[in-house]
């Protein structure tokens, strides 16, 4: 079954979960979007002609033989408010693309702490007001006071024996 909202009034365009998604910041950070593009190189549905989805290009790393190579791909980008619906149904979509289901867990996490009241009035470096997530409780606050610093991020191939039957996540390597 394929998914479909419709944008800004204009007729209900599908975005699958099998399409990745990359958020792309802005400076104020609710001017953000979400961007969604095919790493099968599959087309893309057509965004709506006076609507808040936009075709855009994004540049990509992907596998070349045992390396790596940056290329430009087409994407279908939309407001974070707009992406909303349908981050949070490829949550938990078996068919969903990793990166999809990932922002689709942050959204879902961003939802409660609204839900919760644990967004606070800040600003952002440049003085724009935000919002920001306020300390869960005490106990989390220690825990991640003990926690080791962040070290940089490496891409590793999936070493998982059957991806699909092990619950990984991980695209097949």
Do not use: K, Y
Request: hydrophobic share 40%; with cysteine; net charge positive.
């Amino acid at each position: 079954m394929r998914e479909t909202t419709a944008v800004a009034g204009h007729p209900a365009e599908p975005i699958g979960a099998r399409l990745a998604a990359v958020f792309l910041p802005a400076p104020l950070p609710r001017e953000g979007r979400i961007a969604f593009w095919d790493p099968d190189d599959g087309p893309l549905p057509d965004p709506a002609p006076a609507g808040r989805t936009e075709l855009t290009e994004l540049t990509v790393v992907r596998r070349h033989g045992t390396s790596v190579r940056r290329r430009q791909t087409p994407a279908l980008s939309l407001p974070v408010e707009a992406a909303l619906p349908f981050l949070v149904r490829a949550r938990h979509d078996p068919a969903a693309h990793p990166a999809t289901a990932c922002w689709g867990a942050a959204a879902l996490h961003a939802l409660r702490l609204a839900a919760r009241g644990r967004l606070l009035p800040g600003l952002t470096p440049a003085g724009h007001d935000a919002w920001r997530p306020a300390r869960s409780n005490r106990r989390t606050s220690r825990t991640c006071a003990r926690s080791p610093p962040p070290c940089p991020a490496r891409a590793m191939p999936c070493r998982c024996p059957a991806p699909a039957r092990s619950g990984c996540r991980s695209p097949r390597r």
